[in-house]
């Protein structure tokens, strides 16, 4: 349900969603949206996959999930994320994925837009 809330509104920059994690509120943070269209939830705090598992940065490693194109579409990730899939691979979330892994995907992808 969250995702599709994510995916319909992803265009408003002034969308806050919250999931339950933990029994509390959590805010979702806004979607990248890469130059070519393509893009992903990149998530850090408490209750997700991340390291350090805190809100205040900086961190190592982060969640990334609902990897999409420029057609809303889901995708593959690169295979050499395939470690952090949990199991079975391709999955929605990923955890633990190192930061560098990370920037360097949206750097393939044109970089960050400026929203």
């Known amino acids: 349900m969250i995702f599709h809330q994510i995916k319909r509104r ?11 994690l933990g029994g509390k ?3 979702v943070k ?3 949206i890469c130059q070519d ?8 705090g408490k209750y997700r996959y991340c ?4 809100d205040e940065e900086p961190h190592s490693a ?3 999930g609902y990897i999409c194109d ?5 995708m593959l990730p690169p295979a050499s994320w395939e470690q952090y899939a949990g199991g ?16 360097k995907f949206i750097a393939a992808h044109g970089g960050r837009t400026e929203s």
């Open 30 to 32: 806004p979607r990248i």
């Open 88 to 103: 079975d691979f391709p999955t929605d979330i990923y955890g633990y994925v190192p930061v560098d892994l990370v920037e």
């Open 62 to 64: 982060v969640e990334v």
């Open 25 to 27: 509120m959590s805010p």
């Open 37 to 44: 269209g393509v893009s992903l939830s990149v998530q850090v």
């Open 70 to 74: 420029a057609n809303d579409d889901m």
């Open 10 to 20: 992803r265009g408003l920059r002034c969308m806050t969603l919250f999931v339950v």
């Open 51 to 54: 390291t350090p598992r805190q």
